[in-house]
Protein backbone atom coordinates (compact mmCIF):
# COMPACT_ATOMS: atom_id res chain seq x y z
CA UNK A 1 0.00 0.00 0.00
CA UNK A 2 2.85 2.53 1.09
CA UNK A 3 4.58 1.93 -2.22
CA UNK A 4 1.78 2.05 -4.55
CA UNK A 5 0.55 5.24 -2.63
CA UNK A 6 4.27 6.41 -2.99
CA UNK A 7 3.43 6.41 -7.04
CA UNK A 8 0.82 8.34 -6.86
CA UNK A 9 1.76 11.11 -4.42
CA UNK A 10 0.58 15.16 -6.08
CA UNK A 11 -0.84 17.93 -4.55
CA UNK A 12 -4.75 18.55 -5.51
CA UNK A 13 -6.92 21.14 -4.79
CA UNK A 14 -8.91 20.49 -1.28
CA UNK A 15 -11.37 22.18 0.40
CA UNK A 16 -10.68 23.00 3.88
CA UNK A 17 -13.56 23.04 6.18
CA UNK A 18 -14.77 26.22 7.07
CA UNK A 19 -15.58 26.80 11.15
CA UNK A 20 -17.87 29.22 10.85
CA UNK A 21 -20.60 30.23 13.33
CA UNK A 22 -23.89 29.31 11.08
CA UNK A 23 -25.83 31.85 12.87
CA UNK A 24 -23.83 34.63 11.95
CA UNK A 25 -22.65 33.48 8.28
CA UNK A 26 -24.29 35.28 5.71
CA UNK A 27 -24.79 34.87 1.93
CA UNK A 28 -22.38 37.70 0.88
CA UNK A 29 -18.91 36.00 3.02
CA UNK A 30 -20.19 32.51 1.65
CA UNK A 31 -20.03 34.12 -1.92
CA UNK A 32 -16.65 35.36 -0.97
CA UNK A 33 -15.44 31.88 0.58
CA UNK A 34 -16.48 30.38 -2.42
CA UNK A 35 -15.84 32.56 -5.55
CA UNK A 36 -19.42 33.79 -6.34
CA UNK A 37 -20.26 36.90 -8.75
CA UNK A 38 -23.47 37.41 -8.24
CA UNK A 39 -24.71 40.39 -8.77
CA UNK A 40 -26.14 42.09 -5.43
CA UNK A 41 -29.75 42.88 -5.72
CA UNK A 42 -30.42 40.83 -9.17
CA UNK A 43 -33.30 38.07 -9.27
CA UNK A 44 -30.29 35.60 -9.60
CA UNK A 45 -28.69 36.88 -6.64
CA UNK A 46 -32.37 36.52 -4.62
CA UNK A 47 -32.58 33.50 -5.74
CA UNK A 48 -29.69 32.09 -4.98
CA UNK A 49 -29.70 34.06 -1.42
CA UNK A 50 -32.87 32.04 -0.74
CA UNK A 51 -31.29 28.43 -1.57
CA UNK A 52 -28.30 28.97 0.58
CA UNK A 53 -30.47 29.64 3.67
CA UNK A 54 -32.66 26.86 2.71
CA UNK A 55 -29.61 24.91 3.26
CA UNK A 56 -28.58 26.38 6.63
CA UNK A 57 -31.75 25.27 7.76
CA UNK A 58 -31.39 21.87 6.29
CA UNK A 59 -27.63 22.12 7.81
CA UNK A 60 -29.19 23.02 11.57
CA UNK A 61 -31.95 20.40 11.27
CA UNK A 62 -29.09 17.50 10.27
CA UNK A 63 -26.77 18.95 13.27
CA UNK A 64 -29.64 18.82 15.85
CA UNK A 65 -31.20 14.84 14.48
CA UNK A 66 -27.42 13.47 14.70
CA UNK A 67 -26.86 14.94 18.15
CA UNK A 68 -30.34 13.46 19.39
CA UNK A 69 -28.91 10.40 17.89
CA UNK A 70 -25.47 10.16 18.96
CA UNK A 71 -24.02 10.14 15.61
CA UNK A 72 -20.71 11.57 15.44
CA UNK A 73 -20.57 13.34 12.38
CA UNK A 74 -21.63 17.18 11.97
CA UNK A 75 -22.53 18.73 8.52
CA UNK A 76 -20.89 22.44 8.06
CA UNK A 77 -20.99 24.80 5.13
CA UNK A 78 -20.15 23.24 1.60
CA UNK A 79 -19.91 24.29 -2.52
CA UNK A 80 -23.42 23.53 -3.09
CA UNK A 81 -25.20 25.56 -0.91
CA UNK A 82 -26.56 27.84 -3.38
CA UNK A 83 -27.10 25.42 -6.03
CA UNK A 84 -30.51 23.87 -6.92
CA UNK A 85 -32.29 20.40 -6.59
CA UNK A 86 -31.13 19.66 -10.42
CA UNK A 87 -27.94 20.65 -9.92
CA UNK A 88 -26.75 19.04 -7.24
CA UNK A 89 -28.43 15.90 -9.05
CA UNK A 90 -25.96 16.08 -12.40
CA UNK A 91 -23.34 15.29 -10.19
CA UNK A 92 -25.13 11.90 -9.54
CA UNK A 93 -23.49 9.03 -11.97
CA UNK A 94 -22.91 6.27 -9.86
CA UNK A 95 -24.24 2.89 -11.31
CA UNK A 96 -24.07 -0.51 -8.99
CA UNK A 97 -22.40 -3.38 -10.31
CA UNK A 98 -24.70 -6.08 -11.53
CA UNK A 99 -22.20 -8.69 -10.07
CA UNK A 100 -22.10 -7.27 -6.66
CA UNK A 101 -18.77 -9.00 -6.21
CA UNK A 102 -16.73 -7.42 -3.73
CA UNK A 103 -12.59 -6.69 -5.57
CA UNK A 104 -9.71 -8.55 -4.97
CA UNK A 105 -8.04 -5.20 -3.83
CA UNK A 106 -10.40 -4.42 -0.57
CA UNK A 107 -9.31 -7.28 1.84
CA UNK A 108 -6.61 -4.84 2.71
CA UNK A 109 -8.75 -2.32 4.50
CA UNK A 110 -11.12 -5.08 6.11
CA UNK A 111 -11.03 -4.66 9.86
CA UNK A 112 -11.85 -7.92 12.55
CA UNK A 113 -12.48 -4.97 15.02
CA UNK A 114 -16.26 -4.77 16.11
CA UNK A 115 -17.06 -1.58 17.39
CA UNK A 116 -20.71 -3.20 18.58
CA UNK A 117 -19.34 -3.70 21.83
CA UNK A 118 -18.14 0.54 22.46
CA UNK A 119 -19.95 3.20 23.99
CA UNK A 120 -21.38 5.49 21.62
CA UNK A 121 -19.67 8.76 23.69
CA UNK A 122 -16.51 6.52 22.97
CA UNK A 123 -16.53 6.36 19.53
CA UNK A 124 -17.92 9.66 19.17
CA UNK A 125 -14.58 11.25 21.21
CA UNK A 126 -12.38 8.87 18.98
CA UNK A 127 -13.65 10.19 15.45
CA UNK A 128 -13.78 13.88 16.72
CA UNK A 129 -10.32 13.28 17.96
CA UNK A 130 -9.13 11.82 14.68
CA UNK A 131 -11.16 14.17 12.26
CA UNK A 132 -9.42 17.43 14.13
CA UNK A 133 -6.26 15.80 14.32
CA UNK A 134 -4.83 13.74 11.68
CA UNK A 135 -7.85 13.93 8.67
CA UNK A 136 -7.10 14.85 5.36
CA UNK A 137 -8.47 18.17 3.75
CA UNK A 138 -11.31 16.93 1.10
CA UNK A 139 -11.23 17.66 -2.62
CA UNK A 140 -13.55 18.76 -4.68
CA UNK A 141 -14.88 16.60 -7.37
CA UNK A 142 -16.62 19.61 -9.23
CA UNK A 143 -18.56 18.29 -12.30
CA UNK A 144 -16.60 15.56 -12.35
CA UNK A 145 -18.16 11.96 -10.70
CA UNK A 146 -14.74 11.14 -9.33
CA UNK A 147 -16.15 10.13 -5.84
CA UNK A 148 -15.31 7.04 -6.34
CA UNK A 149 -11.36 8.35 -6.37
CA UNK A 150 -11.80 10.82 -4.19
CA UNK A 151 -13.20 8.74 -1.39
CA UNK A 152 -10.45 5.82 -2.44
CA UNK A 153 -7.53 8.63 -1.47
CA UNK A 154 -8.81 10.34 1.41
CA UNK A 155 -9.45 6.85 2.97
CA UNK A 156 -5.63 5.80 2.17
CA UNK A 157 -4.33 9.36 2.84
CA UNK A 158 -6.03 8.55 6.79
CA UNK A 159 -4.48 5.78 7.25
CA UNK A 160 -1.06 6.87 5.73
CA UNK A 161 -1.38 10.03 8.43
CA UNK A 162 -2.55 7.64 11.46
CA UNK A 163 0.72 5.98 10.71
CA UNK A 164 2.90 8.94 11.28
CA UNK A 165 3.06 9.94 7.26
CA UNK A 166 3.11 14.14 7.33
CA UNK A 167 -0.21 15.95 6.05
CA UNK A 168 1.73 17.19 2.64
CA UNK A 169 2.25 13.65 1.61
CA UNK A 170 -0.73 13.65 -0.97
CA UNK A 171 -2.68 10.71 -2.90
CA UNK A 172 -3.40 11.72 -6.53
CA UNK A 173 -7.42 11.46 -7.09
CA UNK A 174 -6.23 12.76 -10.80
CA UNK A 175 -4.04 9.77 -11.44
CA UNK A 176 -6.80 7.33 -10.72
CA UNK A 177 -9.55 9.14 -12.63
CA UNK A 178 -7.16 9.24 -15.60
CA UNK A 179 -5.54 5.82 -14.99
CA UNK A 180 -7.59 3.16 -13.79
CA UNK A 181 -9.30 0.31 -16.54
CA UNK A 182 -12.57 -0.12 -16.17
CA UNK A 183 -13.45 -2.28 -19.08
CA UNK A 184 -16.49 -4.13 -17.20
CA UNK A 185 -17.73 -0.67 -16.85
CA UNK A 186 -18.20 -0.84 -12.77
CA UNK A 187 -19.76 2.06 -11.34
CA UNK A 188 -20.09 3.65 -14.73
CA UNK A 189 -18.01 4.34 -17.65
CA UNK A 190 -14.61 5.22 -15.80
CA UNK A 191 -12.97 8.29 -15.00
CA UNK A 192 -15.63 11.34 -14.58
CA UNK A 193 -18.13 9.10 -15.88
CA UNK A 194 -17.69 6.32 -12.86
CA UNK A 195 -16.11 4.08 -11.43
CA UNK A 196 -15.67 1.70 -7.59
CA UNK A 197 -13.49 2.19 -4.80
CA UNK A 198 -12.54 -1.28 -5.38
CA UNK A 199 -10.84 -0.16 -8.64
CA UNK A 200 -8.98 2.65 -6.91
CA UNK A 201 -8.16 0.41 -4.21
CA UNK A 202 -6.64 -2.82 -6.26
CA UNK A 203 -4.91 -0.32 -9.06
CA UNK A 204 -2.98 1.65 -5.57
CA UNK A 205 -2.18 -1.92 -4.67
CA UNK A 206 -0.68 -3.39 -7.66
Given at each position: ???????????????????????????????????????????????????????????????????????????GVHPFMDWTVEERRSLNGYKPSRTHRQGKGVAFIHTEASASGRAASTMNATVR??????????????????????????????????????????????????????????????????????????????
Open positions: LLSGASALRASSATFAKSKVNLNTYSFDQYSRDYGRSYAAGSAEYRHRAALFQSAVQEIHATNARNQREGRAWAASFLSETAPALRNQGNCGSCWAISAVEAVEAQLQRQGVPKSVKVSAQALVDCVPNPQHCGGDGGCQGATGELAYSFMRD
